[in-house]
């Protein structure tokens, strides 16, 4: 099982969404792996951004949780 109690979930009023989950060893080998989909129903026209929280994480399965450096810029789009 890839997700952990309560996850994934949302909450609309505040605009977020929470995933979190990982894998036992061996964990995942690869160059490319889908972590979620997500879909977005627009309510009308306008602007936005889909960023992660300063605390956001990506950790290593290496037996200590080795946090992994990523940059995480937001993801603009409009609605027209």
Known sequence: QLW???SPSFDNSKGTIYLAGGLPSPGFSG???LIATVVFV???KGSGAVALQPQSQILLNDGLGTPLPANYSPVNFTIR
């Open 31 to 33: 160059k490319d792996g």
């Open 42 to 44: 627009a309510k009308a």
């Open 4 to 6: 952990v109690k309560d």
